[in-house]
């Protein structure tokens, strides 16, 4: 099934206004509150975005590369992963806007993406 429109999950690391914003131009985007999914694991978090076919935001390198790198061994798809630097949430924002306006959904699959 293609699918056109990246949708987010921001992990709890994520300032909620980066959702907002997003959400004000029209994406769909979900947090980690909002999922009733705060405190879980990194591994947990990945997880419940393959599961909803939602690309995760986070800020948390080391371990999203990990994981990446666990799925891609493994065999395992993921619908995306954008690993983004500690800014300002109105900078990341306008960095994910580039993302979702340039790239489709079924393009992020399985894609590390830096902001």
Same mark, same amino acid.
């Given at each position: 099934m293609n699918?056109?429109?990246i =949708?987010?999950?921001? %992990? =709890?690391?994520v &300032?909620? *206004?980066?959702? =907002?914003?997003l959400a /004000?131009s029209?994406?769909?985007? *979900?947090?980690t509150?909002? @999922? @009733?999914?705060v405190?879980?694991s990194d +591994?947990e978090?990945? %997880? #419940?975005a393959?599961? $909803?076919r939602r /690309?995760?935001v986070?800020? &948390?390198?080391? $371990?999203?590369e990990s994981l @990446?790198? %666990? #799925?891609?061994t493994?065999?395992r798809? $993921?619908a995306g992963?954008?690993? +983004?630097?500690?800014r300002?949430?109105?900078?990341? /924002?306008?960095?994910?806007?580039t993302?979702? &306006?340039?790239?489709? +959904?079924d =393009?992020?699959e399985d894609q590390?993406? #830096?902001?």
């Open positions: 699918r056109v429109f =949708e987010l999950y921001l %992990d =709890e690391d &300032n909620v *206004l980066v959702g =907002e914003l /004000a029209g994406f769909d985007v *979900l947090t509150r909002d @999922a @009733a999914q405190g879980r +591994a978090q990945l %997880d #419940y393959t599961r $909803h /690309a995760i986070t800020h &948390n390198r080391l $371990h999203f @990446a790198l %666990d #799925y891609f493994g065999g798809r $993921h992963i954008i690993i +983004a630097v500690q300002p949430p109105q900078q990341i /924002a306008r960095r994910l806007l993302i979702l &306006n340039q790239m489709t +959904a =393009e992020m590390v993406r #830096y902001v």
